[in-house]
């Protein structure tokens, strides 16, 4: 199991600087302005697990068999853990961050206030929150934000993580009373955030 999540990783950082060396690009040449980070319900390729099976001298599955769907869940298991190790070690990972958004409830949506937060991880864990039927995290190059959705019964909450400007940092750092702690909230305004870019997340 180690061989395969060790080969695994390195396919996805492959393919990482495949997606940047093209300039983010699709197949037919549009430009592709969301770069997905994180599915936790992507399909699965079927070369996936024949090169699982193979790299544990396992015997492939049938398709649709259980053993054929805990080699698949197995998968995404290691695209969560590749996805901690990125968001733990990249340029980005140390913050500070905020989180703004909005919640999908019975009664609508409504906005949450912007939340500072001193770590990138801890952040993307506060928008996972607990019992999600789904989670789907993608850098957007057009507002240079990284967007977390998760899904659960009542509809789908939607939250961007974004990074501090220069300017953003001053005014944390210079709140009338106090530096901004962890989990505060406040008035945020545009010119506080900056855009991220691929570059920020990738691992170090």
């Known amino acids: 199991m180690q ?5 695994l990783s390195l396919q996805y950082q492959q393919l ?7 300039n983010v690009t699709t197949p037919e040449g549009q430009k592709e302005t969301k770069i997905v980070w994180f599915d936790s319900l992507r399909d699965i390729e079927d070369i996936e697990v024949e090169e699982h099976c193979e790299a544990n001298n396992m015997e492939v ?3 649709g068999s259980e053993g054929w769907n805990n080699i698949e869940e197995f998968i995404r298991e290691g695209d969560y853990e590749y996805f901690e190790d990125e968001m733990t070690s990249c340029e980005l990972s140390k913050g500070p961050v905020v989180i703004t958004g909005s919640l999908g409830l019975w009664y609508g949506r409504r906005e949450i206030a912007a939340c500072y937060k001193t770590n990138l991880w801890e952040a993307i864990q506060k928008c996972f929150g607990t019992d999600m039927a789904y989670y789907k995290v993608y850098l957007d190059l057009t507002d240079g934000a990284l967007h977390v959705n998760t899904s659960h019964h009542d509809g789908t909450n939607c939250f961007e993580i974004r990074a501090l400007s220069k300017k953003g940092i001053a005014h944390t750092e210079r709140t009338i009373r ?25 691992m170090l």
Do not use: G, V
């Open 3 to 7: 061989k395969f999540q060790e080969t």
């Open 16 to 22: 990482n600087k495949e997606i940047m060396a093209k």
């Open 61 to 63: 599955p049938e398709k």
């Open 178 to 202: 106090y530096p901004m702690k962890d989990e505060d909230t406040f008035d945020a305004k545009p010119y506080m955030f900056r855009k991220i870019k691929p570059s920020d997340l990738w």
